[in-house]
């Protein structure tokens, strides 16, 4: 997916990411952290996916439905997405679920929910914007 696109590419660049809300910079790779590599690599993404829809009124909807869904992809993961802090790295959040209550986000709010949701609201926008 875009969304998944690019967080690797921001992560791989090594890019300083930006979470909102965040009062100093998180971790590359942070769900809800977005970066201006992981930004254009989703753009890309989503026009990549665009050209797949077969005409140049399609490529548009798809284009902006993909960036729509990355975007709710960001803003999910840094408002619900359960996160604990990783026994392995303290002081690091991790999305793979934990003992206890989530340090930030809701229980049972992990990543897969969130791409669902993400893929729901792009597949919204598409319908939204063919009309």
């Known amino acids: 997916t875009p969304a998944t696109g690019a967080r690797v590419m921001g992560s791989a660049l090594g890019a300083r990411p930006n979470e909102l809300g965040a009062a100093r910079p998180p971790a590359p790779g942070t769900s809800g952290a977005v970066s201006l590599p992981g930004t ?4 890309a ?5 665009g050209l797949f829809a077969g005409c140049l009124a399609g490529w548009g909807i798809v284009t902006v439905a993909g960036v729509g869904g ?4 960001t ?8 996160q604990w802090e990783d026994p392995e790295r303290p002081g690091s ?8 209550p989530p340090i930030r986000g ?3 709010i992990n990543n897969d929910l969130v791409n669902v ?3 729901a609201g792009a597949v919204g926008l598409v319908l939204c914007l063919q009309k």
Do not use: F
């Open 40 to 43: 254009l690599a989703a753009l």
């Open 45 to 49: 993404g989503a026009a990549l996916l």
């Open 70 to 73: 990355a975007l709710l992809d």
């Open 75 to 82: 803003l999910l993961g840094a408002a619900v997405q359960a």
């Open 93 to 100: 959040l991790t999305e793979r679920a934990q003992a206890g």
């Open 106 to 108: 809701i229980r049972g």
């Open 117 to 119: 949701l993400c893929t």
